[in-house]
């Protein structure tokens, strides 16, 4: 199985020079690993073209952190799904928490969907609630409202990366058994309305290589999202290392 799913967001940690060399770094260190799973690196936007030379040839596949909710127009300093499609990125974050707080709502989430599904790019939707709640199901469901009015072009793939609030950046982590409830509400949330999209289960918050021994024991778990221990290549190779020997 070699679509486990492991994606690297590196937000606006690095500098472009910074990205570009540890880009290289990364598809020389990950040369072996890279081909028993699908490795995918979000850099940001400014460096998106040059980092898709540099890991040209090697199995990395090359995400965005984001896009624009129009497809093209007077939209100053925003991203058109297009232009992604050209550079070459196969997926993109959207919804993360950190954009979700500048205001992103679930309306434009949607949109942003929309766009890349139009271009063949496959959407990492990320959702999850904003504080630890007994009504997280709840919010999730909220979340996915507009979302779930789209109308799939049948078997689009869509990668869905449950990533509560409270566990990015904060060595928190939901339980195992938290995290497969989420998952299974999602996928009932999918099949009530009928939607035929192929989904993919991703969890994000707090991965590190030691987390991944208790990830693996959840059953529909099928990829992992990603934020500051891939900025460490010796980190982000344990973690890679680890996938292939819990879930390949
Ligand atoms: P983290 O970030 O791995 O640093 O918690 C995850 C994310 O924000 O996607």
């Known amino acids: 199985m070699k679509n486990f ?6 937000k606006m940690q690095l500098s472009y020079k910074q990205t570009l060399m540890y880009t290289q770094e990364i598809t020389n260190a990950l040369e072996q690993e890279a081909h028993a ?3 995918v690196i979000c850099p940001s936007f400014e460096s998106l073209t040059e980092v898709k030379n540099i890991i040209k040839g090697s199995c990395l596949d090359l995400g965005a952190q984001d896009c624009s909710t129009h497809q093209k127009g007077p939209y100053t ?28 709502t679930d309306y434009q989430i949607a949109r942003k969907a929309h ?26 469901t909220k979340q996915l409202d507009h979302f779930l009015s789209l109308s799939a072009v049948s078997l689009q793939h869509l ?23 989420v998952f299974g509400h999602i996928s009932n949330l999918f099949v009530g309305a009928g939607s ?37 290549s010796q980190k982000f190779k344990n973690i890679v290392r680890s996938c292939i020997t819990n879930y390949l």
Do not use: M
Not at 5 to 10: C, D
Not at 81 to 104: F, K, N, P, T
Not at 115 to 140: A, H, M, R, W, Y
């Open 5 to 10: 799913l492991i994606v690297a967001n590196w």
């Open 37 to 39: 799973a699908t490795i």
């Open 77 to 104: 300093g925003q991203v058109q799904a297009q232009s992604l499609a050209d550079i070459g990125c196969s997926y993109c974050i959207i919804g993360h928490h950190e954009a979700r707080q500048q205001g992103q």
């Open 115 to 140: 766009n890349l599904l139009t271009v063949g790019i496959t959407p990492i939707l990320c959702l999850g609630e904003s504080q630890k709640s007994p009504d997280f199901l709840g919010e999730i």
């Open 159 to 181: 990668a869905i990366a449950y990533e509560p609030a409270w566990s990015i950046g904060t060595g928190l982590l939901p339980s195992p058994e938290h995290i497969e409830q």
């Open 196 to 232: 035929s999209f192929k989904l993919a289960f991703l969890y994000g918050g707090s991965v590190d290589s030691n987390s991944i021994k208790v990830l693996r024991s959840i059953p529909h778990l099928s990829g992992l999202l990603i934020g500051s221990a891939t900025l460490d």
